[in-house]
């Protein structure tokens, strides 16, 4: 039986890589949530746009793909007054999931930059710069840091000095190795 299970694989794409199929779910969900309570909930128009804009976006990682929908149109249903999801229950749940998916990787460069520091960030640099980070934190030395970060570019410089190069991109951050490893050298 698991060799005919195994014969036949697919890749089902995340909520997140098919904005299409959010609105038809958005509507489905509604309308689960009518027959579950018996009671008509609805979106006002521009509560709808809001939220459709949002969850179309690339600010949506919808880490828990349609159980998440589903549980984030349910709040909202749950909370409507006289069955209507206003542009304010949209905004609070939109800051609600967006809390929800700060990712963990974000603490990392919290406790090394100020705050003002982070908020310059270019999305681009942060999650480079916290990559970058957790394998320095993952490095027994700079040296060993350098190889892993710098592997696949090493082969066509003529110097290869990937603890300098490493070094001088901390340092476009004010972040010297013994902070990221947590230690003075």
Same mark, same amino acid.
């Given at each position: 039986?698991?060799?005919?299970?195994?014969?036949?694989?697919?890749?089902?794409?995340?909520?997140?890589?098919? #904005?299409?199929?959010?609105?038809?779910?958005?509507? %489905?969900?509604?309308?689960?949530?009518?027959?579950?309570?018996?009671? =008509?909930?609805?979106?006002? $128009?521009?509560?709808?746009? $809001?939220?459709?804009?949002?969850?179309?976006? =690339?600010?949506?990682?919808? =880490?828990?793909?349609?159980?998440?929908?589903?549980?984030?149109?349910?709040?909202?249903?749950?909370?409507?007054?006289?069955?209507?999801?206003?542009?304010?229950?949209?905004?609070?749940?939109?800051?609600? &999931?967006?809390?929800?998916?700060?990712? #963990?990787?974000?603490?990392?460069?919290?406790?090394?930059? #100020?705050?003002? =520091? &982070?908020?310059?960030?270019?999305?681009?640099?942060?999650?480079?710069?916290?990559?970058?980070?957790?394998?320095?934190?993952?490095?027994?030395?700079?040296?060993?840091?350098?190889?892993?970060?710098?592997?696949?570019?090493?082969?066509?410089?003529?110097?290869?000095?990937?603890?300098?190069?490493?070094?001088? %991109?901390?340092?476009?951050?004010?972040?010297?190795?013994?902070?990221?490893?947590?230690?003075?050298?």
């Amino acid at each position: 039986m698991l060799a005919r299970i195994n014969h036949w694989t697919f890749r089902l794409p995340a909520l997140r890589d098919r #904005p299409e199929d959010i609105e038809p779910n958005i509507d %489905y969900e509604l309308e689960r949530h009518t027959q579950h309570s018996s009671a =008509t909930v609805r979106f006002n $128009a521009e509560a709808r746009r $809001a939220f459709i804009r949002f969850a179309t976006s =690339t600010e949506a990682l919808w =880490t828990g793909n349609f159980r998440e929908l589903s549980a984030a149109i349910s709040r909202m249903a749950t909370l409507a007054d006289g069955g209507r999801i206003t542009e304010q229950l949209v905004m609070d749940e939109i800051a609600r &999931l967006k809390e929800h998916w700060v990712e #963990p990787s974000s603490d990392i460069l919290s406790s090394l930059l #100020p705050s003002a =520091t &982070l908020e310059e960030l270019d999305a681009f640099d942060r999650l480079q710069l916290e990559s970058v980070v957790a394998v320095c934190r993952r490095s027994r030395s700079l040296a060993d840091a350098g190889r892993a970060l710098f592997s696949a570019s090493r082969s066509r410089r003529r110097t290869i000095n990937d603890s300098d190069r490493l070094r001088k %991109y901390l340092a476009r951050f004010r972040l010297e190795w013994g902070e990221i490893i947590g230690r003075e050298e």
